[in-house]
């Protein structure tokens, strides 16, 4: 522990370690055994691979799930003479080139990197040759499956250590309850008693505070005076974007100055305003949860959620980003009833139909190998063509990969390319160029200019009977030459196959039903952590005791009784109630029917009519523009899927055509009939998938469970 006293002091300037560092690191460094740290936001969490990555021989990698964030810790790390650096999607050729030296010939400490790379051959070939000391997993609650921020790349994480033969492992997160603990050790191989260092979410200077109002206005008047009285900087939390935008408009009527953050502004803006924010001494951002990771600013007087947050785990992580210098703080939430709609269906949205499923599944099944033994496709599209969004089809493949071991993720490839030809020098070389692939891909791009040009290799290679892969190495030859730039798009995931997949109608189906049955769980999971926030914030009992306990710190608030929550001044929770209607007006369920003629997917009228959105309803343009959508909301979603299933059940299951009769209804039939062989499933993906783009009738399975999905407006944070 001398050599790690000594970079705490000489590396980042201070004296002495906070909270359990030391003590993490000795398990690190001398005790050489894997470790979950569980600090609260602020907490000085990276200090505990920092320092061990400068006392141990070979290379320290870090998994973390924000560019911007990787940056931050590089920077701040070069700047105190750190050999530090990061490999992501915004870097050069060179920059990337000369990391991966760095990284071979053992001059770099400290690599960042998403955990999507995982997927990258030519990335876990690189590691294959390195000696990884430490592999520090930020944000690490990601990787279970209860987890509020739940993200199917980091489930590979686990078995790239296995194979890498990593020397230790160190978990890292400020939410995690028991259970995720639990399966953050199970996965990493933590001892439990030995190797979990958990500090108390309790800060004893913040006020836990709750508010309940009827409307937004109600909102604004108890808000304004809060905000007007502020002693510090403020963030104002809501889950939507454009209401970002309409309530920092509405506060700066009031002659407050508000920021504006969400993931929907520009990079250099979204920069620009935390710049400005972290500068000032009574700043007020107005933003959605994209704005706070990696901030620290330590005298953040007030954090308001103008909509209730989706989980305690969210909530504890954005309170904690106020009065990290030990200074009275405020933290309000404010209950609406109108605004729970909007948050349940946050829980239930990424649930798909089961027909959905299997439909994927078959093409997934019956698509033939490449050479290599390799499967691709875009993954975009199949969101659209089988109504499932990006984060569940993602984690429907990994399941097929880590738990079923039908597939492996290798090396995505771009299929489009836009080739810009450099200079009179770069055309004459490539038009002389006479190689076979050089024909080739002059006989199939597109010109879009005097010298740029635009291919799909994908297509180019189907059509000359070629592998894509020798199509873009020419392409690949060429720019590092200097004679071409690209700008590639289209993404495709490839999948090396590993054994086969079931076939049949039954196989598919019964595989279809477990990932289902999972999905559902996962959507029952996050109404119940809902519903958990609704009963925080209004039990009788006080706040930070109870949010203390929630994550297993059952005596970290003395006699439970912190002294500052609502509770514990007023002596009693507050009233609120936000009971769904149990019944669905027949008149709303008629105008639903009438403005959409789907009837093989009770599910997708539901959706409709509750107000969350899919690839699908956008297509038929039933989505967020649309006036009828959301316009039940109000009523508890398991109702309105028996009320649509039982209109679905009358025309059986066939979908019409609402502007006009029906030229080709589509039946839905059993799994069966359409999974028979290929030939026909090829026809039929290809008919759901001409369907769509008319925003007509596609004639796929129904996800009439009877199970519920819930009310989301697809937003980017």
Known sequence: MEKAYEVLKETFGFEHFRLSQKEVIHRLIVENENALVLFPTGGGKSLTYQIPALCLEGLTLVISPLIALMKDQVDSLVARGVKAASLDSTQTADRATWVKDEVLNGSMKILYMAPERLNNESFVSMMSHVKISLLAVDESHCISQWGASFRPEYLKIARFAEEMDVERVLCLTATATQDVAQDICRSFYIIPTHGVFRTPVYRPNLSLQVEVAESMQQKLNKLVPMLQSRTGPAIVYVTLQKQAEEVAEKLRAYGIDCLVYHAGLPSERRAEVQARFMESDRGVVCATIAFGMGIDKANIRQVFHLQMPKTLENYSQEVGRAGRDGLPSQCVIFLTASDVPTLEGFCRGDTCAKKDLE???????????????????????????????????????????????????????????????????????????????????????????????????????????????????????????????????????????????????????????????????????????????????????????????????????????????????????????????????????????????????????????????????????????????????????????????????????????????????????????????STQYTKYASSASSYRGRGTSRGRGTGASGRGGNHYKRVRY
């Open 359 to 677: 439909v994927w599944l078959q093409e997934v099944a019956m698509k033939a190998p490449a050479s290599d033994n390799t499967i691709d496709f875009n993954l975009y599209q199949q969101q659209r063509i089988y109504d499932i969004r990006a984060n569940v089809l993602n984690l429907c493949y990994a399941q097929l990969e880590l738990d079923y071991g039908f597939i492996r993720a290798v090396t995505p490839y771009y299929s489009v390319y836009d080739i810009s030809i450099r200079g009179d020098s770069g055309r004459q070389k490539v038009f002389s160029d006479d190689t076979f692939y050089a024909k080739l891909l002059r006989q199939y791009w597109r010109m879009k200019g005097s010298d740029s040009f635009h291919i799909d290799v994908v297509e180019a290679a189907q059509h000359a009977k070629i592998e894509r892969t020798e199509l873009s190495r020419k392409i690949s030859e060429w720019e590092v030459t200097g004679l071409i730039s690209t700008k590639a798009s289209q993404v495709r995931n490839r999948y090396a196959i590993i054994k086969p997949m079931p076939k049949d109608a039954a196989g598919i189906q019964e595989l279809a039903s477990l990932m289902h049955d999972r999905m559902i769980a996962r959507e029952n999971e996050g109404v119940q952590k809902l519903r958990r926030v609704i009963e925080f914030a209004t039990n009788d009992d006080c706040l930070a005791h109870s949010l203390a306990c929630y994550f297993g710190d059952m005596d970290a608030v003395p006699d439970g009784m912190c002294q500052r929550c609502t509770f514990c001044t007023t002596g009693a929770g507050v009233d609120f109630s936000a009971t769904a209607v149990p019944t669905a007006d027949p008149k709303q369920v008629q105008a639903i029917l009438d403005a959409c003629g789907e009837r093989d997917d009770p599910r997708l009228l539901a959706r409709f009519a509750f107000g969350i959105t899919s690839p699908r309803l956008t297509t038929l343009k039933c989505s967020t523009s649309h006036p009828l959508f959301g316009s039940m909301g109000h009523v508890d979603f398991n109702t309105l899927i028996r009320v649509f299933d039982a209109e679905c059940k009358k025309v059986d299951y066939t979908s019409v055509a609402i502007t006009s009769v029906a030229t080709n209804p589509r039946k839905r039939t059993s799994a069966q009939s359409h999974y028979s062989n």
